[in-house]
């Protein structure tokens, strides 16, 4: 292709790496476009919405690429243009380069978002007792819920204490272990999925 020697560059068969590495480059696309929630900033990789970082942006542009010859790392992203590290395998040998991508980022509302717009939850936990008390176990609540992706649709201040409606009834009964608490349960029937009744949890806490 360019009638380098061997004695000069590395070759790949019968084409050298330089060419090789062109002839990658050729088929990527001018702009690779990715699925973005406008309102978290989150993005589709992996089967999911999930945070931006570099790891799950190299993911997300892999599968928009399908190039599934090649390991991509993703060095430096902006909003609209990232530079990525390929290592790509032809003929059974590996060739590594650097290049820059343009993003097209194509915004959408995320399940997670779509259910905190219209106050999706699972779980109501009833808060009762000193009010001090009862503050901080809501607050405690709510960071225990998002640092498992989990979400706080509302919370309800009462005479009584506080009422907190939680997204997943499953981490609702995780901080109650965690924090060995003794909630008395009840249940509501809030609808029907696939045949199969839906219910909501409510626990009453004294703390």
Known sequence: MCGKSSNDVRFIVDICEPCTIKKIQSTLPGVVAIRVCKFCGRIWSAGDFVPE?????????????????????????GQDLVKARFTCETQGKHVTFITELKLKRNYEMCPRCSRIKAGYYEAVVQFRGEMGHVERMAAALQRFMERRDAF???????KTGIDVYASSKKLASEFMLAWKLKPKRSYTLYGMKHGKKLYRNIYSVEV
């Open 53 to 77: 970082r570099k790891d799950s942006l190299a993911v997300a542009i892999k599968q928009a690429l399908r190039q599934k010859d090649c390991m991509i790392d993703v060095l430096e992203s």
């Open 152 to 158: 706080i649709s509302r919370t309800e201040t009462l």
